[in-house]
């Protein structure tokens, strides 16, 4: 089995700044990772995702996450946020061999403020 | 491709009434999922569907909730009675059978049971 943890629940930041969210996993095989946004009123839209090969994967809006084996750690980053990165950001896991349904994590709400 | 569509977008309903959600998922995706969506419990995954065959439905909350798939293009998930915890947003999400395009999910519909 696998499980998914987003260290926070709420990421204040000035427009402008640099964000990290974090993202740990927890599985005893090889798995795919993804992260997902969800703005207001919307459903989940994938950002960006690690299958294999590079550890650093770049995804839409700017968005990027690194990979980091040892450390169980997917964390995303941008250098620059913007007011319309406020949204809600999900970590995700699979494994990557077989069918098993995909793990999420709770979630953490980025707000980006003026 | 249209992506994943729901409908409706927006359901209020009476207690004890029958609620029908619709989904269409992206052509040639093998997977189905059904999700619910609340402030306090997060995303939960209901059932999911493989070829139209329902593989778990570990996550249908009662006996109220029942899901169909009686064609590659279409599903739906119905609640009979429905109740005011009920109330949350469901969505529906479709995939490969390899996964490495990750989940993609409809707009959800916002389901108010008073």
């Known amino acids: 089995a696998q499980s998914v943890t987003q260290l926070d629940s709420q990421v204040p930041v000035f427009e402008e700044a640099p964000v990290e969210l974090r993202c740990n996993y927890s599985s005893s095989v090889s798995v795919y990772l993804f992260w997902y946004v969800q703005y207001p009123n919307q459903g989940l839209q994938l950002l960006l995702k690690y299958l294999s090969g590079s550890t650093l994967v770049k995804g839409i809006n700017g968005f990027e996450a690194e990979f980091n084996k040892s450390q169980t750690s997917f964390h995303l980053r941008k250098p620059s946020v913007h007011i319309s990165d406020t949204a809600e950001y999900f970590c995700?896991?699979?494994?990557?061999?077989?069918?098993?349904?995909?793990?999420f994590g709770i979630g953490t709400k980025l707000q980006v403020i003026p | 491709d249209a992506g994943v569509i729901q409908s409706p977008r927006h359901e209020v309903t009476e207690m004890g009434q029958e609620v029908t959600l619709r989904c269409k998922p992206i052509?040639?995706?093998?997977?189905l999922f059904w999700y619910r969506q609340t402030m306090m419990r997060g995303l939960e995954l209901l059932i999911y569907f493989n070829n139209n065959v329902p593989i778990d439905d570990s996550g249908m909350p009662e006996d109220r909730f029942s899901a169909k798939m009686p064609n590659a293009s279409f599903s739906t998930l119905k609640i009979q009675p429905s109740e005011p915890r009920d109330s949350a947003v469901y969505f529906c999400?479709?995939?490969?059978?390899?996964?490495?395009?990750?989940?993609?999910f409809g707009s959800g519909t916002r389901l108010t049971v008073v």
């Open positions: 995700a896991v699979i494994p990557s061999g077989g069918y098993q349904k995909v793990t």
């Open positions: 052509s040639g995706h093998d997977y």
């Open positions: 999400a479709s995939s490969t059978q390899d996964r490495v395009g990750g989940y993609t």
